[in-house]
């Protein structure tokens, strides 16, 4: 079973960027697709980013293609999210996740990942 920590997140202007960590423990981190989704106050948790067990394939919610960056490094066990441009609706918690499923194809849908990370606030403030 593994663990997930995301780091890197806080107050920032818009316009600016940040870079989310997320590093796992406990299991064999190269054989999990990984996500990150955000949920702001009220809101349901929603999709941002996907990568495939390799990094060879992302996917990208609509609302940050072209600003957000997935990446990981099976090397030292952590995924990333490279967000640039920030805007105030960005603002929410941002969680990573870990698919186990066999699959080719990265999933968007929250109930296909099976673990999760505690959360990092992101504020980006106007």
């Known amino acids: 079973q593994v663990q997930l920590v995301e780091s890197g997140g806080g107050l920032v202007q818009a316009g600016g960027s940040l870079r989310l960590s997320c590093a796992a423990s406990?299991?064999?981190?190269?054989?999990?697709?990984m996500g990150w989704f955000r949920q702001a106050p009220g809101k349901e948790r929603e999709f941002v980013a996907a990568?495939?067990?390799?990094?060879?394939?992302?996917s990208y919610a609509n609302s940050v293609k072209g600003r957000f960056t997935i990446s990981r490094d099976n090397a030292k066990n952590t995924v990333y999210l490279q967000m640039n441009s920030l805007k105030p609706e960005d603002t929410a918690v941002y969680y990573c996740?870990?698919?186990?499923?066999?699959?080719?194809?990265?999933?968007?849908?929250?109930?296909?990942?099976?673990?999760w990370g505690q959360g990092t606030q992101v504020t980006v403030s106007s």
């Open positions: 996740a870990a698919d186990p499923s066999r699959t080719i194809l990265v999933n968007t849908r929250p109930r296909y990942y099976d673990y």
């Open positions: 406990g299991g064999a981190f190269s054989s999990y697709k």
């Open positions: 990568i495939n067990r390799s990094g060879a394939s992302t």
